[in-house]
Each structure stands twice: as C-alpha cells, then as structure tokens.
C-alpha cells in the first residue's frame, strides 16, 4: 500500500487529476444512480398512493353527486305531487322512472353500467335495475359474505347522519361468477323523508386498484427508460468530459510551470512569505485569483440570500430581507417597493418599517398602467433621461426603478433614489449587484404571493365574495377562543333570503346569482368591518359580530334586514326586491360551544320564516328542547 501510495505521488499532476476525475465518476455514477432508483421508487410509491386516494375521493363525490341528482328529481314529482298536478302515485311511478333511468360508467358492453337503486327504510326494495325481481321484496335481512346486513347498515347511516357511505361486498355486473361471487363496494346513500326512500349508488374497490395497477405499470416503465436514457448519456457526457477535462488540465499545468518560475523570480525580490496567495502578479492569472475569489464570496451570499428568502414563512419576511439587504448591504437610503396586481390594475406600497415615503403619484396604486416600470417591463433610469417618468415627484432626485419579471409578467417594482445627480461607477457596479440579488429573489416573492392567493381563494366563495364554510371551519376554533379571552360577547346572525327559490324558478340561476350578489353587497355595507359574514349555504349567510350586546346585535340584525328591503336589484330589465328572515343568538350568552349557538340562530331564523318572514328573531332557550345539536 505504501509503495502504491509512493507510485501515485510519484506521477505528474496532469495524471493524478486525471485519474482522480475517473475515480469520481465512477463513485459519483454508481451513488448517485443508486440514489436515482431508490428515490424514485419511493417517489413512485407515494405518488401512487396519493393517486389512489384521489381517485377514491373522484369516485366518492362522483357517486354523491349522482345520488343527489336522483334524489332532486324525486323531489321535483313530489313538488308536483304536493301541487296537485299528480296523483301520489304517479309521482313515485314517474321518481321510480326516472331513478331507473340513471346510467353512468356504461362500458362497450351495453349490459355492464353503475345505477342507481331505492330501497324504502325498513329494508323494502323499490328499485334495483339490474335485479328487478328483487322489487318489493324484502331485503332487511341481506348478509354479504362478511355478515354486514347491508340494508340495515343503510338504514343505520341514514338515521344516525341523514346520509353517508356505505363499505360492505355486491355482487358485480357481467362477472364471470354470475353473481355468486361479491367485491367490495363503497356506496353513497341519501334520503328522501316524505316518502322514506333510500336512494343510493356505489363504486366497487377493485376498479379502482386496476386503474392504480395501470398507473403503476406506467410509472415504473418511465422510470426504467428514463433511467437507461440517462446511463447512456451520462456515459456518453462523461466521456467528452474527460477529454475536455484533459484538455483544460493540460492549460491549467502548462500555467502552473510559468508560474512556478515566476514565484522563483518573485521570492529572488525578497516577497514577503506573509502574502497568502503564492502569487499575487496582474497578469492574467492574478487577475483570475482575485476574480475567482470575489464571484465565490458574492456567490455565497447570494445563495445564501435566496437560500434565507426560500425558507421565510411568507412574502412579507422576504420584503423585510430585502429591506434590510438594500439598507444594510447596499447602503441604499432611500428606497420603495411596490407590489403589482395585474388581475386589477393596480400596485400597492410596501410597508415594512412604516418610515417608507412614496416618492410617486398616488394614481398608480389605482392603475398600475401609469407606472413607466410596469407598462413597459423594462427598467426606468433617470440618469440616463431626466424626468424620465411623470409620475415620480421627488424631481430634484435621480430614480433607478427595476421591475421584477416572472413568467413575463412585472410582479413587483424596486425604485432605488439617489441625491447624486450623475451616474458614478460606483452607482453602476451597485445596481449591477441589486439587480443580480433581484433576479433571484423575484420568483420566491410570485411564488409566496401565489401560495398566499391561493389560500385566501380557497377560503372565499367565488360567487358573492365572501368567506366560506372551509373559512368557518379553520376560524370558528380562533374566534371563540377569542371572544372568551377578551371576555366579551359575539352576536350569531343567521341569514336567509325569503322566496328565494322562486327568483331561480321564475328568471333563471343566472338572475339568482345576481340576486344573491346583490343581497350580499347590501349586507357588507350594513356591517362593521370588524364583523365576518360568510356564505352559509345556497341562500343563507352567517354573520359574525364581535364585541356587542344583545341589543347591539339586534340593532345591526334590523339594519341588515332594512338595507336588503330597501335594495333594488335590475337585473335584464327586471327590478327584484327580497328579504331577509334573521335569527340571532349569542356567544357565549346562550351557549358556550360556537357550534350550538349557530344551531340556535338557525332554530331562531326558522322560527322568523314561520311567524311571516322579513323579520328578527332573537333565540330563547324553549324554541330548543333537543339535548343534542
């Protein structure tokens, strides 16, 4: 080993860094390609399983939505029923009908389909499409072969939740087994009460793990061609590596002769032996060191810059980053931020310390058109053409204004301003480097603004604007936390527009969204801003008052109710007028779980529809007498 050792040492530079770049691709093909696989499979394994999933929740909500439309249609020939336009037993002929027609998954061959059955709630098959001798029979008593009385476990969900999923085995369409052999099904079920139908649908398991199969068998082909692709030019990169390699040592040792001689030259002028490099000669070796050294220190702090700005928890922590940079790094006194909208319009001042002073028109944070930075994408520089831009104000100042592209788009502006009034080297070596620490930080801003939009629109209803029942979910934990800590009072509004129904019967859904916009518009402007409301369900609104009384609360309940009486809504030439049924109660006066005091202003809301709508109600504890909400 010694002599092996010896014998290395022993060869020329140019052979020891040659063969240690073989050495190296070799370790680095075999670890890094072990690496690949095994990453990979894990990869493929997860991605597999988050597949799964999806596509048991597409098919969960696929059959949810078909149960849904069976038991809408139901509902329409019982309406009908209850209108006197059928007999009752036309209208559970024609719900029958139309149930027995529902199709969906219909496969090449015409007999193979999913449907959709009723069975009332005692276990009394009304309808089974594919086994039609089983209507009217009677099927409380049905095992599957794990022993679960499926009928009864329908029933079971139905009274315990008013509707749910079911997991138990049914035999399948077209099998091989004729029907004696069962596969796991998951199954929707729904309610009808008035006529106390069971309406449900299902979807069998093993679809689903062919279709993952499937998925999983591409996956693991791609990788597999993936990774020979990249064996055969790795190999093939190495190999031109390894001439270009040659090629560049035999330069690089060719200038270590010269400057080996050259240090002898140096160390016969009596050098000093403290200099820390070997050589330190303006040529172009020298030039090389002292370059090569500032680009590793520049570079490791931008990489450590955007390493930071990457790890900071949103958009805001990256701007103070920035701040500090351009204040601390930089020496950049005067400097401003603006964060662009371009689905409005508009730009907004980014505020971090507060000491920030808009040196622009305050019209561009209304259109961002005005901004010479945005409109044109490319960057604004005074000291090349004075007044430049109209709307900067500080003219006896030069500006430097550098928009920040992502996707080809300005997603925010920095205005850098300078007393001085020519364009030194300095300046110019300083905004080469801001620009350069810009370039990065622009996609970790869109990208933190994205995640942040993102959040907020899942928590809003597209439609009217509000917050939504996700929003309630995530909230409701905070909000009564909060109310019991300052020791306060919340006042619970709950909101329902009267006849609503009838505006999407008469003029179309169309005109009720438009109504509901407009109900939502009059019930924004009659509540504090401290307050929330939230779009309950279809035409119900939850709002949130915080800090009031019961007097308080009823005062803003009667204001609401006033504003949307008052509001007149054209629509297509039509003026609509609607109402507001409100039922208020109070947290944690009447109740100290959230949750229960929206069922008691929900109990009390009802209670204004009965007594003539367009009204307030304020809860009192004998309008419930259930233990449970």
């Known amino acids: 080993m010694r002599q092996l050792k010896e014998w290395f040492f022993s060869r020329s530079i140019k052979f020891k860094v040659l063969a240690s770049f073989l050495v190296s691709v070799v370790l680095i093909g075999v670890v890094g390609y072990s690496y690949y696989i095994v990453s990979n499979i894990k990869y493929i394994k997860r991605e597999t399983e988050i597949y799964r999933n999806r596509l048991e929740e597409n098919q969960k909500n696929m059959v949810r939505n078909i149960v849904n439309i069976a038991l809408d249609g139901i509902d329409k020939y019982y309406e009908a029923y209850r209108k006197g336009e059928l007999t009752e037993e036309q209208a559970m002929r024609k719900s029958?009908?139309?149930?027995?027609?529902?199709?969906?998954?219909?496969?090449?061959?015409?007999?193979?389909?999913?449907?959709?059955?009723?069975?009332?709630?005692?276990?009394?098959?009304?309808?089974?499409?594919?086994?039609?001798?089983?209507?009217?029979?009677?099927?409380?008593?049905?095992?599957?072969?794990?022993?679960?009385?499926?009928?009864?476990?329908?029933?079971?969900?139905?009274?315990?939740?008013?509707?749910?999923?079911?997991?138990?085995?049914?035999?399948?369409?077209?099998?091989?087994?004729?029907?004696?052999?069962?596969?796991?099904?998951?199954?929707?079920?729904?309610?009808?009460?008035?006529?106390?139908?069971?309406?449900?649908?299902?979807?069998?398991?093993?679809?689903?793990?062919?279709?993952?199969?499937?998925?999983?068998?591409?996956?693991?082909?791609?990788m597999l061609i993936t990774t020979?692709?990249?064996?055969?030019?790795?190999?093939?990169?190495?190999?031109?590596?390894?001439?270009?390699?040659?090629?560049?040592?035999?330069?690089?040792?060719?200038?270590?002769?010269?400057?080996?001689?050259?240090?002898?030259?140096?160390?016969?002028?009596?050098?000093?032996?403290?200099?820390?490099?070997?050589?330190?000669?303006?040529?172009?070796?020298?030039?090389?060191?002292?370059?090569?050294?500032?680009?590793?220190?520049?570079?490791?702090?931008?990489?450590?810059?955007?390493?930071?700005?990457?790890?900071?928890?949103?958009?805001?922590?990256?701007?103070?980053?920035?701040?500090?940079?351009?204040?601390?790094?930089?020496?950049?006194?005067?400097?401003?931020?603006?964060?662009?909208?371009?689905?409005?319009?508009?730009?907004?001042?980014v505020v971090v310390y507060g000491t920030e002073k808009m040196e622009c028109k305050q019209d561009i944070l209304l259109s961002c058109n005005l901004c010479r930075a945005v409109r044109t994408a490319k960057e604004v520089d005074s000291f090349v053409e004075k007044n430049v831009c109209l709307s900067f104000t500080s003219h006896d100042k030069n500006h430097v204004c550098i928009p920040l592209l992502v996707g080809g788009t300005v997603g925010s502006v920095v205005q850098l301003i300078f007393d001085e009034k020519e364009k030194t080297e300095a300046i110019e070596k300083k905004i080469?480097?801001?620009?350069?620490?810009?370039?990065?930080?622009?996609?970790?801003?869109?990208?933190?603004?994205?995640?942040?939009?993102?959040?907020?629109?899942?928590?809003?209803?597209?439609?009217?604007?509000?917050?939504?029942?996700?929003?309630?979910?995530?909230?409701?934990?905070?909000?009564?936390?909060?109310?019991?800590?300052?020791?306060?009072q919340a006042g619970i509004l709950m909101c329902d527009i009267d006849f609503f129904k009838q505006v999407n019967d008469v003029y179309g859904h169309n005109v009720g969204d438009e109504v509901l916009r407009g109900v939502v518009r009059a019930i924004s402007k009659s509540i504090r801003e401290s307050d929330i409301a939230v779009r309950y369900g279809g035409e119900e609104f939850l709002v949130l008052l915080q800090d009031v009384n019961d007097k308080t609360a009823f005062e803003i309940a009667e204001r609401i109710r006033r504003d949307?009486?008052?509001?007149?809504?054209?629509?297509?030439?039509?003026?609509?007028?609607?109402?507001?049924?409100?039922?208020?109660?109070?947290?944690?006066?009447?109740?100290?779980?959230?949750?229960?005091?929206?069922?008691?202003?929900?109990?009390?809301?009802?209670k204004a529809k009965e007594a003539g709508r367009n009204r307030v109600v304020r809860f009192e504890p004998d309008m419930w007498t259930e233990e449970n909400y």
Request: glycine content about 6%; hydrophobic content about 40%; overall charge positive.
């Open 96 to 222: 029958i009908d139309f149930v027995n027609s529902i199709r969906y998954n219909i496969g090449k061959n015409l007999n193979l389909y999913d449907y959709v059955w009723i069975n009332t709630l005692d276990g009394i098959m009304v309808l089974d499409p594919p086994k039609p001798q089983l209507n009217g029979k009677n099927v409380w008593d049905l095992k599957d072969r794990n022993g679960v009385y499926v009928f009864r476990e329908m029933a079971r969900v139905i009274k315990t939740q008013g509707g749910g999923f079911v997991s138990y085995c049914w035999p399948k369409l077209g099998s091989s087994s004729n029907g004696k052999e069962c596969y796991p099904k998951v199954s929707y079920v729904g309610y009808f009460y008035p006529w106390k139908w069971i309406v449900g649908s299902g979807f069998y398991l093993d679809d689903v793990d062919k279709a993952v199969d499937d998925y999983l068998k591409r996956k693991e082909k791609d």
């Open 432 to 488: 080469k480097r801001i620009k350069i620490f810009l370039k990065e930080a622009a996609p970790v801003i869109e990208a933190k603004r994205l995640l942040s939009q993102l959040k907020e629109s899942t928590m809003r209803d597209p439609l009217t604007g509000l917050y939504n029942r996700r929003f309630l979910d995530e909230f409701a934990a905070t909000f009564s936390a909060t109310i019991k800590r300052r020791n306060t």
């Open 228 to 349: 020979l692709n990249s064996l055969l030019t790795g190999g093939f990169i190495s190999i031109i590596a390894g001439f270009v390699f040659f090629f560049i040592v035999s330069c690089i040792t060719n200038r270590l002769r010269e400057v080996g001689e050259l240090s002898k030259k140096l160390a016969e002028e009596e050098i000093s032996p403290q200099l820390k490099l070997p050589y330190k000669g303006s040529d172009e070796l020298g030039v090389l060191v002292k370059n090569f050294n500032d680009f590793i220190d520049e570079s490791y702090k931008l990489m450590m810059f955007k390493k930071t700005i990457e790890e900071d928890v949103d958009v805001n922590a990256v701007y103070r980053r920035l701040f500090d940079l351009l204040r601390d790094d930089f020496g950049i006194r005067r400097f401003n931020v603006y964060e662009v909208n371009n689905s409005k319009s508009s730009m907004k001042q």
């Open 564 to 606: 949307v009486e008052k509001t007149e809504i054209t629509v297509q030439g039509n003026i609509i007028r609607k109402t507001l049924s409100i039922g208020i109660s109070i947290f944690p006066k009447d109740s100290k779980n959230l949750w229960q005091c929206i069922k008691f202003s929900d109990v009390a809301m009802y």
